[in-house]
C-alpha cells in the first residue's frame, strides 16, 4: 500500500475563503515547514504559489497541494496552482470539533496531515481537472444553472406578488385560480388610467410593472434554457469522441477528408440532435 508520505517530500494543505486562503507546508514527516495566510486577489494568489515555491525548493513533482473546495472558494487557486505544475487534490472533509470550532490555520494542517498518510488510491483530483473542453462546459452550466434557479425564483415571486394585488383590487381579472400567460401578457400592455381613483390608478400601474416584468423573466428563461440544452448536446458529443468507439473511428475518418475538429463536433451535434429528436417522440408516442 503506496501513501502520499511515499512519493511527495511535501504536502501544502489550503484552508480555503472568499478572501483569503490559509497556507500550511509539512514534509513527509509530517513536520511544518511554515504556514502562512493570503488574500485571494491576483496578486495575493500568484504570491502564495511563489511562497510554496521558495519554501518546497521548486521541486514541483515533489509537491502535492491538498485544496478545500477546489469546486467552489479554491476554484481559481487550483487552476492557478495546476497551471504552475503542481498537482492538486480535493482535500479531506474536516471533523472539526465543536469545542475548537473553526480555526483556518488548524484546518489547512489537519488538510495537508490527513492527506499526507492517505492512500494514493484514493486521491480526487481537483474538480475541473482534466478535458479542458468538458471542464469548460460542466462550468458554463453549472452558470446557467444558478442563474436559471434565480430567475425562476423572482419570477414566482413576482407572479405571487401580482395574484395577491389582483385579488385585492378589482382590474378586471379573474385571479381566484393562477394566473394564465395570457392574463399576464394582457396586464403587460395595459395603459395607465389617469381618470381612475388613485388607489384602483396605483394597483393598475404597479400590475403593469409586475406583469412587464414577468415576460421579461419568462425570455429570460426561454434563453437560458436554449443554451442549456446546447451544452448539453455539447458535453454528449465530447464524451462520445472520447470515450465512444465508433465515434472516435468517424472522427477520425472525416479528419482523414480535412475536416477540422470544430467542423466535426458541429456534424455530430446535428447527428446527435436527431437521434435525440427521434428519441424523444418514439417515447411520447
Not at 498518510?117 to 458554463?140: P, W, Y
Not at 388610467?193 to 404597479?206: K, Y
Not at 475518418?253 to 446535428?270: H, N, S, V
Amino acid at each position: 500500500m503506496t501513501i502520499v508520505a511515499d512519493l511527495f517530500r511535501f504536502v501544502v494543505g489550503v484552508d480555503t475563503h472568499a478572501a483569503t486562503h490559509t497556507y500550511t507546508i509539512l514534509d513527509a514527516a509530517g513536520r511544518m515547514i511554515d504556514q502562512q495566510q493570503f488574500p485571494t486577489s491576483p496578486a495575493g494568489l500568484a504570491r502564495a504559489i511563489d511562497w510554496i515555491g521558495r519554501r518546497t525548493d521548486g521541486d514541483l513533482d515533489a509537491t502535492l497541494v491538498t485544496v478545500e473546495g477546489t469546486g467552489t472558494y479554491g476554484a481559481v487557486l487550483a487552476a492557478h496552482l495546476a497551471t504552475a505544475g503542481y498537482r492538486v487534490v480535493e482535500a479531506p472533509t474536516p471533523r472539526r470539533d465543536r469545542a475548537t470550532g473553526k480555526n483556518d490555520a488548524l484546518d489547512s494542517l489537519t488538510a495537508a496531515r490527513s492527506t499526507l498518510s492517505m492512500r494514493t488510491d484514493r486521491l480526487r483530483d481537483r474538480r475541473g481537472g482534466g478535458d479542458q473542453h468538458i471542464a469548460g462546459v460542466r462550468g458554463a452550466l453549472q452558470v446557467l444553472v444558478t442563474a436559471r434557479e434565480q430567475v425562476c425564483g423572482e419570477r414566482t415571486r413576482a407572479v405571487n406578488a401580482l395574484t395577491a394585488l389582483l385579488r385585492v383590487h378589482d382590474l378586471g381579472i379573474d385571479a381566484r385560480r393562477a394566473l394564465t400567460n395570457r392574463q399576464i401578457t394582457t396586464i403587460s400592455r395595459w395603459r395607465c388610467r389617469s381618470e381612475e381613483p388613485i388607489d384602483i390608478a396605483t394597483a393598475r400601474t404597479h400590475a403593469i410593472r409586475l406583469a412587464t416584468r414577468i415576460t421579461e423573466l419568462d425570455s429570460h428563461l426561454a434563453d437560458n434554457l436554449a443554451q442549456i440544452k446546447q451544452l448539453a448536446l455539447h458535453t454528449i458529443v465530447l464524451t462520445r469522441m472520447r470515450c465512444d468507439p465508433a465515434t472516435r473511428a468517424y472522427a477520425e475518418r472525416r479528419r482523414a477528408e480535412g475536416k477540422t475538429t470544430r467542423e466535426i463536433r458541429r456534424i455530430l451535434k446535428r447527428y446527435t440532435s436527431r437521434q435525440l429528436y427521434r428519441t424523444l417522440n418514439a417515447s411520447t408516442a
